[in-house]
C-alpha cells in the first residue's frame, strides 16, 4: 500500500508532453468479447491523438477501427518508486484520406516491424488521464 500524497494528477498539457517522451506504449481493446492488450510504438500527431502504423489487414485494425480503445504508456523508476502513466481514451480509426496519409508518412510513427500494405491508425484524444508517483514509501 502506497501513500496517497505520492500520487499527483496531471493535466492535459503534461500528459501530451509525456507521451511525446516515450516510443513504447500499449493498446487496450476488445478481442473476441474479452480484454486485449498489445504493445506498439507510437507518436502523437499535432492534434494530440495517438498515431500507429500497422498492416492494413492485421487483426489489430480488424479489432479496433471504428471502436472506444485505450492507449496506455508510463515511465517508471523502480529504485526511485517513482514514474508516470497517461491514459488516452478514443475512437480508433484507420486513416483513409490520402493526403492525410501521405502527409503521416512524413511526420507519423514508423513501424518497427516489417509492414505489408502500411496503414495508420489513428486514437482520438477524447479523454486524457495521467498520473504521477514520486517517490513512494511503502506503508507497513
Do not use: K
Not at 500497422?54 to 472506444?68: E, I, K
Not at 508518412?105 to 514520486?134: H, K, N, Y
Amino acid at each position: 500500500m502506497f501513500q496517497n500524497d505520492a500520487f499527483r494528477v496531471l493535466d492535459g498539457e503534461e500528459c501530451r508532453r509525456l507521451l511525446a517522451r516515450v516510443p513504447v506504449g500499449r493498446v487496450v481493446y476488445t478481442r473476441q468479447a474479452l480484454p486485449a492488450v498489445l504493445p506498439v510504438n507510437f507518436a502523437l500527431d499535432r492534434d494530440g491523438s495517438v498515431l500507429l502504423r500497422t498492416s492494413r489487414g492485421s487483426d489489430l485494425v480488424r479489432a479496433v477501427d471504428g471502436v472506444v480503445v485505450a492507449f496506455e504508456a508510463d515511465e517508471f523508476d523502480a529504485v526511485t518508486r517513482s514514474g508516470w502513466s497517461v491514459v488516452v481514451t478514443g475512437r480508433a480509426t484507420t486513416v483513409t484520406d490520402p493526403a492525410e496519409q501521405a502527409r503521416l508518412s512524413q511526420t507519423g510513427p514508423a513501424s518497427w516491424m516489417p509492414l505489408r500494405d502500411p496503414v495508420f491508425v489513428r486514437i482520438t484524444a477524447e479523454m486524457v488521464t495521467g498520473r504521477e508517483l514520486t517517490g513512494a514509501h511503502a506503508l507497513r
